[in-house]
């Protein structure tokens, strides 16, 4: 299985601030990695899917970028909605995995 | 839009069979698409539990795979989740979703999750 490392588990942070997750597989994925939103008691929410392609009608303060084993998550200004868990998933092959999660806190 | 609803009993016994379905509406489940089941115990991140195409083809996360079927029915335009020998570490929040179409099989429609509690 390709494992996913996301850094950091949590991270607290004000409205505007600049974040950036990272996202490491155990092998290279050749940028097929995802990254979603999930609020409490909620879904996730698919922001970007080829470690870069933004999701229809999701926000273009969120970016990805990467390549091989290393991916990263950047939201450029934070506001108050985006405060949630984020998590990384490589869809390379079977199993699909995901990372642990980070909580994005106030 | 595609929209994915869960369904199933909320309490299922120790040694017993889970058994939760996945419907799936605004859309047809015969499409270019892969379905998946994802579960998340309460409190921790999510794992994927394995995914079907409309032709009955599937792949299982091999820590479950020994437990689990999926199975389609394009009649009702719904999918299935079978998990056997269920502990208390089943116990989760389950969720359906459609997968993208190839290459892209990341998860871009998700059910609302329904919780399924072994005790």
């Known amino acids: 299985d390709i494992q996913m490392t996301q850094s950091p588990s949590s991270l607290s942070a004000s409205v505007g601030d600049r974040v950036t997750i990272t996202c490491r597989a155990s092998q290279g994925i050749s940028n097929s990695l995802a990254w979603y939103q999930q609020k409490p008691g909620k879904a996730p929410k698919l922001l970007l899917y080829a470690a870069s392609r933004l999701e229809s009608g999701v926000p273009s303060r969120f970016s990805g970028s990467g390549s091989g084993t290393d991916y990263t998550l950047t939201i450029s200004s934070l506001q108050p909605e985006d405060f949630a868990t984020y998590y990384c998933?490589?869809?390379?092959?079977?199993?699909?995995?995901f990372g642990q999660g980070t909580k994005l806190e106030i | 839009q595609v929209q994915l609803q869960e369904s199933g009993p909320g309490l299922v016994k120790p040694s017993g069979t889970l058994s939760l379905t996945c419907a799936v509406s605004?859309?047809?489940?015969?499409?270019?698409?892969?379905w998946s089941w994802v579960r998340q115990p309460p409190g921790k991140g999510l794992e994927w539990i394995g995914e079907?195409?409309?032709?009955?083809?599937?792949n299982y996360n091999p820590s479950l795979k020994s437990r689990v079927t999926i199975s389609v029915d394009k009649s009702k335009n719904q999918f299935s989740l079978k998990l056997t020998s269920v502990t208390a570490a089943d116990t989760a929040v389950y969720y359906c979703?459609?997968?993208?179409?190839?290459?892209?099989?990341?998860?871009?429609?998700w059910g609302k999750g329904t919780t399924v509690t072994v005790s």
């Open positions: 998933q490589q869809y390379s092959g079977t199993p699909y995995t």
């Open positions: 079907i195409y409309h032709s009955g083809s599937t």
């Open positions: 979703a459609r997968d993208g179409s190839s290459p892209y099989y990341y998860m871009d429609v």
């Open positions: 605004s859309g047809s489940i015969i499409s270019s698409n892969w």
